[in-house]
């Protein structure tokens, strides 16, 4: 990937996309091949792994907030990674570290919320949550896990505008979605898994409307 690119991954379930993804963040442990960033082999000591994954962020499906407890308090636990969250639960962090999450809160536009629990609030503004956490650490790149899947249908267009957004101000994005309008409207370029492997991989326009592999067409008639 490039800065500032954005690269969508679709393909039916059962593809390899989350898995791919889990592996570049490191959350599964690759079988063969390399992850380079920065030309550099990203290895699997726990301190460069906690290095790395502070500049490749990562936004789940199921948002992973702790629900009981405030909103900015679930960001908190981003700015200072490497304090045990029962401290910041009690207030154990620097006036610096609140400000950059209020920043985080008001870039993904629910900065009125900070102060409320996280379980009050609706699944959309729950992965704005998450989306803030994770910009909170100023990544070099983010990587959405199908971020959309878990929310209710009217609740998927706030986070596709945050999403939006985020692109165009240069955010590097690397997208597992089911989203085809936002893959053929925001992505520069588009990756079709199938079977474990990358088949087709393309601009949107070549991938949506002039797909190489009959296996791409398939999928794409069948979610159009």
């Known amino acids: 990937m490039h800065s500032g690119e ?16 889990r592996c570049i963040n490191k959350l ?45 308090k679930n960001v908190l636990s981003a700015c ?21 999450a209020l920043e985080s809160l008001d870039k993904v536009g629910i900065l009125d919320k900070a102060y409320m629990r996280a379980d009050q609030l609706s699944g959309g503004q729950q992965q704005r949550v998450a989306i803030a956490r994770a910009l909170a650490l100023h990544p070099d790149i983010l990587c959405f896990d199908e971020p959309t899947s878990a929310l209710d249908p009217e609740l998927v267009g706030d986070v596709l505008n945050v999403m939006k957004e985020l692109a165009e101000e240069g955010m590097t994005m690397l997208v597992v979605t ?18 474990g492997a990358i088949l087709e991989e393309g601009s949107p326009k070549e991938i949506f409307t002039n797909p190489k592999h009959d296996r791409t067409r398939q999928f794409l008639q069948s979610v159009l």
């Not at 954005?6 to 993804?21: A, E, N, P, Q, R």
């Open 6 to 21: 954005v690269i969508c991954i679709v393909g039916s379930s059962g593809s390899g996309k989350s898995t791919l993804l």
């Open 80 to 100: 200072v990674p490497d304090m045990p969250f029962w401290r910041v639960l009690l207030g154990a962090f620097r006036k610096a570290d609140k400000i950059k």
């Open 178 to 195: 089911h989203e085809m309008g936002f893959a053929r409207e925001v992505a520069d370029r588009v990756v079709f898994m199938y079977d």
């Open 28 to 72: 599964e442990k690759q079988t063969s091949g390399k992850i380079l960033y920065h030309d550099k082999e990203v290895r699997n000591v726990q301190k460069d792994i906690n290095d790395y994954r502070s500049k490749v962020g990562m936004v789940f499906q199921s948002f992973n907030l702790v629900t009981r407890t405030t909103v900015i």
